[in-house]
């Protein structure tokens, strides 16, 4: 069972930056890979990025590529999303995801409670 606590969400003006964590319980963290789904308000939840467990490679949608960056650091049993640019259509709840297929595409095992983003125009 692993268990996703997310973080740094808020209130950030459009250009602004944020970044979110995901803490992971549970020692196997390494082998899991992890992602970020977003979901805004009456549209289905939708990927935004992830990280593969064992290579560390990345994959990013094309409406945040060039503007977010997934990283992870095992030691913390950590992932962060790094947000730059932000724009207001980016303001959604941001869930943190963990896999243990190669990538949170192919499948999700685990969701976290979700961390509000609000960017203002």
């Known amino acids: 069972q692993v268990q996703l606590v997310e973080s740094g969400g808020g209130l950030v003006p459009a250009g602004g930056s944020l970044r979110l964590s995901c803490s992971a319980s549970g020692r196997t963290f390494s082998t899991y890979s992890m992602g970020w789904f977003r979901q805004a308000p009456g549209k289905n939840r939708e990927f935004a990025a992830t990280i593969n467990w064992n290579l560390g490679s990345t994959y990013y949608a094309g409406s945040v590529k060039g503007r977010f960056t997934i990283s992870r650091d095992n030691a913390k049993n950590t992932v962060y999303l790094q947000m730059n640019s932000l724009k207001p259509e980016d303001t959604a709840v941001y869930y943190c995801?963990?896999?243990?297929?190669?990538?949170?595409?192919?499948?999700?095992?685990?969701w976290g409670q979700g961390t509000q983003v609000t960017v203002s125009s």
């Open positions: 995801a963990a896999s243990r297929s190669s990538s949170v595409l192919v499948e999700v095992d685990y």
